[in-house]
């Protein structure tokens, strides 16, 4: 991905690996999604993900992969970004997380070393889970291949374990629960109510325009953050979910009043867990909790399915550890040669 002309060759793998430069990421995508569930692996590691992201965010397709080949399969891969002399993971705040997709611990730190190996004049990767062994990997890469690295915190991500959980409302405080089954019935009270879990299978544009809409009348589309504020994060939001969708694992929870939807869910459900993309609300019927409303269907859903956890994603905002109080501590990282020039 980045390799300097006067560098050195990168040293050799281990004998029976082979190392792979992939610039059309499509061209790999079968053996790529076949090691994510070989490996359990979260939404946001496949290749599907990932051509959303470049075709929203890098329309030049500067995004390209690295593959360890080794045994007639393949073991690992990450793909990076290449911004001038710098390499970079294609993340941005629409990330949740970011990692090296590897069947077991010693593939991924074989593939760390190697992306060191090829000179990088400047690595940067965010959001790295700090309990998953992408971040480790790469510090033992650095340290050996003599590059300086600095570490920082970018998030705090929620999520609700829902190992032994039978019902939803078993995992909310009693003042919570008695507050959302009281906002229930006062919805019930003002009109038609209507709780739906679509897989978009019809309509499904049409349902994602609705939610954006409900989306933009918060305090988001007023501070420019709205998925429908940039035409690439609209663009990248409406992909993902038709990806989701053809997968089987999109689920847009969604709460109607009066045939009016008032707050939704975007989800990603499979095995690995239930993903909380977006969600959103009309600001209007704040008074009701609607959004909590729609995450306790949405949890019914995982639970239904058997999904290990609930991911809130994102950052620890109050109203997300009202949920949980256990996080998961995503860092940056970024490694430059201990020279001059780094």
Same mark, same amino acid.
């Given at each position: 991905?980045?390799?300097a002309d006067?560098?050195p060759?990168?040293a050799?793998a281990?004998?029976?690996?082979?190392i792979?430069?992939?610039?059309d990421?499509?061209?790999?995508?079968?053996d790529?999604?076949?090691?994510?569930?070989?490996t359990?692996a979260?939404p946001?590691c496949?290749p599907g993900?990932?051509s959303?992201?470049m075709r929203?965010f890098?329309?030049?397709?500067r995004?390209g992969?690295?593959?360890l080949q080794?045994g007639?399969?393949?073991r690992?891969?990450?793909p990076l970004?290449?911004h001038g002399?710098?390499?970079s993971?294609?993340?941005?705040?629409h990330?949740?997380r970011?990692?090296?997709l590897?069947?077991d611990?010693?593939?991924?730190?074989? %593939?760390?070393a190697i992306? $060191?190996?090829l +000179?990088?004049?400047?690595?940067? !990767?965010?959001? @790295? #889970?700090?309990?998953?062994g992408?971040?480790?990997?790469f510090?033992?890469a650095?340290?050996?291949a003599g590059?300086?690295a600095v570490?920082r915190?970018?998030?705090?991500?929620?999520?609700?374990s829902?190992d032994g959980i039978?019902?939803?409302?078993?995992m909310?405080e009693r003042?919570?629960?008695?507050?959302?089954?009281r906002?229930r019935?006062?919805l019930?009270?003002s009109?038609?109510l209507e709780?739906a879990?679509?897989?978009g299978?019809?309509?499904l544009d049409?349902l994602?325009?609705e939610?954006?809409?409900?989306?933009?009348?918060?305090?988001k589309?007023?501070?420019g953050?709205a998925?429908?504020?940039?035409?690439?994060?609209h663009?990248?939001?409406l992909?993902?979910a038709?990806w989701?969708?053809?997968?089987?694992t999109?689920? %847009?929870?969604n709460?109607? $009043?009066?045939? +009016?939807?008032?707050a939704f869910e !975007?989800d990603? @459900? #499979?095995?690995?867990g239930l993903?909380?993309?977006?969600?959103?609300f009309?600001?209007?019927?704040?008074?009701?909790?609607?959004g909590h409303?729609v995450a306790?269907?949405?949890?019914?859903e995982g639970?239904?399915?058997g999904?290990?956890t609930?991911?809130?994603?994102?950052d620890?905002?109050?109203?997300?550890m009202?949920?949980?109080?256990?996080t998961?501590e995503?860092?940056?990282f970024?490694a430059?040669?201990g020279?001059?020039?780094?």
């Amino acid at each position: 991905m980045s390799a300097a002309d006067d560098s050195p060759p990168p040293a050799a793998a281990s004998p029976w690996s082979l190392i792979e430069v992939v610039h059309d990421i499509e061209t790999i995508a079968s053996d790529w999604d076949a090691l994510a569930d070989r490996t359990g692996a979260d939404p946001f590691c496949r290749p599907g993900w990932f051509s959303a992201w470049m075709r929203a965010f890098t329309p030049e397709g500067r995004l390209g992969a690295i593959a360890l080949q080794g045994g007639g399969r393949l073991r690992a891969i990450v793909p990076l970004v290449r911004h001038g002399v710098a390499t970079s993971s294609p993340t941005n705040e629409h990330t949740p997380r970011f990692r090296i997709l590897g069947e077991d611990p010693a593939a991924v730190s074989e %593939l760390a070393a190697i992306v $060191l190996r090829l +000179r990088q004049r400047r690595l940067s !990767l965010a959001p @790295l #889970d700090v309990e998953e062994g992408t971040l480790d990997a790469f510090r033992a890469a650095a340290g050996a291949a003599g590059y300086r690295a600095v570490e920082r915190v970018e998030l705090r991500s929620p999520y609700v374990s829902l190992d032994g959980i039978e019902e939803p409302d078993a995992m909310l405080e009693r003042k919570m629960r008695k507050e959302l089954r009281r906002c229930r019935r006062r919805l019930e009270e003002s009109g038609s109510l209507e709780i739906a879990v679509d897989p978009g299978r019809d309509d499904l544009d049409a349902l994602l325009a609705e939610a954006f809409a409900v989306e933009g009348l918060q305090w988001k589309g007023e501070g420019g953050t709205a998925i429908t504020s940039s035409p690439q994060t609209h663009a990248f939001y409406l992909d993902v979910a038709r990806w989701a969708a053809s997968r089987g694992t999109l689920r %847009l929870v969604n709460l109607r $009043l009066d045939g +009016r939807m008032i707050a939704f869910e !975007l989800d990603i @459900l #499979d095995p690995s867990g239930l993903y909380s993309l977006k969600a959103g609300f009309d600001p209007e019927q704040a008074r009701f909790s609607p959004g909590h409303l729609v995450a306790l269907a949405a949890i019914a859903e995982g639970l239904a399915a058997g999904a290990p956890t609930y991911e809130l994603l994102g950052d620890a905002e109050p109203y997300k550890m009202r949920w949980t109080e256990t996080t998961r501590e995503m860092r940056s990282f970024e490694a430059s040669p201990g020279t001059a020039a780094g």
